[in-house]
């Protein structure tokens, strides 16, 4: 049997709390042996597709040699979470200039896209262990980190059992839980409650989620509805980026309609297609950028629109003046400043089943009408507020698309209104990176002083 507190040391409230009954000692032991199973079985693709890499955390010596405090660990799932952790790093370093700051992302798009925004703010980029116990052991016996912060909904049961004994203070920043995993995780209530009360405090993202985590039995005065720290990270990038100079490379007028698809997965590229094309129709002079979510799809989507006989490029073959019709772009993490180019946008990971959404606010901080499909489970709340103030619209078919990108265009009492909601949302939605800095260096000082 697992003994997940091990230490026989005095146990505080927490940890009696967390002591595992038969059944859910059981059941984290087939956790372990089944991810440890698929570790073994899968390791080529893991080491291929993840940034998981234990050789590659030893060969930096000098984490492990640095005596700079707090020593502070940021991770994040993928791109998305990496870039919403921006103002985080930004606030923590300036709050504390001498620390020493390390992030990690589980695949390889969130690794580079740390690379490429957070080089001047953390010391080192590592890679993100395994849920194994001793995998887990041996990562934070290296690392030896003050604080611990996780982004979204990132939830790792060894990794923050490990953490909570070794006296680590940890946060979840701008948590969800969307209605999915609160019916699954719900089956096995009392072993998720364990696993969320390692967290000594939970910055929920929305309502619904602030909710759903309370019905798991956590203390009110441990979670806390502060927002989503993405409006911040967003305008912290909204602050750097330069649409005019993108538009210019690109050979965009103003008066020339554009239209920015993003995130756009396999089967709703068919549907993207049809739409535009019944746009074209219309507004004969229209363009149009599309993002796949995948970039191994870039190939297959210049091939797909070249078929319909439509002028396509991707953005690292554009020549210069070349004219084109649909611009795919095939490189990481630039789709936020395209949407700067767009008079209306779609988002996608959303048209289809089994589709969960992706964030509607990076195209909706641009002060541009917003659309997606029905499947938006990931951001259902922030999707319903935006609806509700006219700024976004729901879309379930071709149709209904092609007309949505028609309106986005040619309607500009919709375009005016959408830029005066927006303004009003994000200045009252931002400012939230510094209430969650201001708690962590609270606790801090608290546990130094202790």
Known sequence: MIDIWPEKKEMGSDQEQLKLSWFYQLLHSFYIFLLGLIAAVFYPYISRFYAFSLASLYSSSKIKQSSQRPKIWI????????EAALPLCSRLRERYPHSY?????VNLDGKRMAQK???????????????????????LDFIQPD????????????????????????????GRVSQRTFYRTQKIKNYW??????FDTLFMADQLSYERVLKFGLPEDRVLLLGNIKTDALYERKKKSH????????GLTVDLPVIVAGSIHKEEEELILEAFDKVRKMVPQVKI??????????????????????????????LTDEEWEVLIIDQMGVLFDFYGLAQVAFVGGSLCKNMQGHNIL??????????????MASFQEVASVLESKGLSRVVHNVEELAYTWYQGITDTEWRKNAQVEARHYFARAGRITEKVVDIITKDWEQSRNA
């Open 289 to 318: 950028i599309i993002a796949p979510r995948h970039l191994d799809r870039c190939l297959q989507l210049v091939q797909l629109f070249k078929e319909k006989n439509l002028a396509v490029t991707s953005l690292s073959k554009l």
């Open 243 to 250: 649409p005019e100079h993108l538009a210019q490379k690109l």
């Open 193 to 198: 409650q364990r696993v969320l009360l390692s």
């Open 117 to 139: 925004i957070l080089t001047p703010l953390v010391n080192e980029f590592i890679p993100y262990p395994l849920d194994l116990p001793r995998v887990v052991s041996r990562f």
């Open 101 to 105: 700051i390390v992030c990690s992302a």
């Open 75 to 82: 991770h994040g799932a993928s791109a998305g979470e990496i």
């Open 147 to 174: 604080i611990f912060i996780t982004m979204e909904a990132e939830l790792w049961p060894n990794f923050l059992f490990s953490a909570k004994r070794r006296g680590i203070r940890c946060y979840l920043v701008s």
């Open 362 to 375: 990076e195209p909706a901080i641009w002060e541009i009408p917003v659309c997606y499909g029905p499947y």
